[in-house]
C-alpha cells in the first residue's frame, strides 16, 4: 500500500519568513495530493490540492509542487503570518478503482510563525 | 456548505465500557470514514463505509468496530474500551466514488479512557 513520509515534524519560522513542508510517497500510481490544514482545537480543512497532470499550483500565499519521478510534493508558504499557524497534513491517493478513494495521509507537521 | 457533526466532543470513559461514536454529513455523501490522530502518528485510517450496511477495514481496525444503517450515519464502536484507546477520534465523508474528491472532516471526539 501507498506510504506517505512527511518532514519536518515542527518548523518554526519568523513572521515574513516561508516556510516549507516536503513530503514523499511510495505509490507510483497515485495520482491526487491534497494539503490540509488544522487549526488547535479544529477540524482539518483543505487549503490546497495538486494532480499529477500539473507540476505546481499556487494560491495567493501558498504553492504546491509536485515531483512525480522522485515521488515527492511540497507545500509553500511565503510571507507567513501568526494565522498559518497550525499544523499541516499532506496525502496521496490513487486513481479510484471500486469500492472507495483510498487516501494516505503524512504524520503532520506543526508549523509555528513566531511574530 | 458541507457539514460533518460529530456528537460528542469530549468523553471520558472507564475502561470496559462500550463507545458509541456518532457521526452525521448533510450532503448525501457515499464514502465516510473513521480516523484516528494520534501526535506524531498522523490520521490512521480505522474503517470506512462507501454505502449504507456496507463496511470495510482500514489501516487499525483492532478494537473498533462501525455501523452504518443510514447514509448520513456512521457510528464508531470501541466494543470495550480500553487506555490505549485514548485518543482524537475524527469522521470524516467524501461525496462520490470518483477520485480527488475533498475529504470533509468533521470537528473531532477527544476520548480518554481511564
Known amino acids: 500500500g501507498e506510504n506517505v513520509e512527511q518532514h519536518p515534524s515542527t518548523l518554526s519560522v519568523q513572521e515574513g519568513d516561508s516556510a516549507v513542508i516536503k513530503c514523499t510517497y511510495s505509490d507510483s500510481a497515485s495520482n491526487y495530493f491534497p494539503w490540509y490544514k488544522q487549526e488547535l482545537g479544529k477540524r482539518p480543512q483543505l487549503i490546497i490540492d495538486?494532480?499529477?497532470?500539473?507540476g505546481e499550483k499556487k494560491d495567493q500565499r501558498i504553492a504546491v509542487t509536485l515531483n512525480k519521478t522522485a515521488k515527492h510534493f511540497s507545500l509553500h508558504i511565503t510571507e507567513t503570518q501568526p494565522e498559518d499557524s497550525a499544523v499541516y497534513f499532506c496525502a496521496a491517493s490513487p486513481p479510484y478503482s471500486g469500492g472507495y478513494q483510498k487516501v494516505t495521509f503524512g504524520t503532520g507537521t506543526k508549523l509555528q510563525v513566531i511574530p | 456548505d458541507v457539514k460533518v457533526t460529530q456528537s460528542s466532543r469530549y468523553l471520558v470513559k472507564r475502561t470496559g465500557e462500550k463507545v458509541f461514536l456518532e457521526c452525521v454529513q448533510d450532503?448525501?455523501?457515499?464514502?465516510m470514514f473513521w480516523y484516528r490522530q494520534d501526535p506524531g502518528l498522523g490520521l490512521r485510517l480505522i474503517y470506512f463505509?462507501?454505502?449504507?450496511?456496507?463496511?470495510e477495514k482500514g489501516d487499525i481496525p483492532e478494537g473498533y468496530s462501525v455501523s452504518r444503517e443510514k447514509k448520513e450515519r456512521f457510528s464508531l464502536i470501541l466494543e470495550s474500551a480500553s487506555t490505549n484507546q485514548t485518543s482524537m477520534y475524527l469522521c470524516?465523508?467524501?461525496?462520490?466514488?470518483?477520485?480527488?474528491?475533498?475529504?470533509?472532516f468533521g470537528e473531532g471526539s477527544w476520548l480518554t479512557v481511564v
Open positions: 495538486i494532480r499529477s497532470n500539473v
Open positions: 470524516a465523508s467524501i461525496p462520490s466514488r470518483g477520485s480527488g474528491n475533498t475529504i470533509y
Open positions: 450532503m448525501d455523501h457515499e464514502n
Open positions: 463505509s462507501y454505502d449504507v450496511k456496507m463496511k
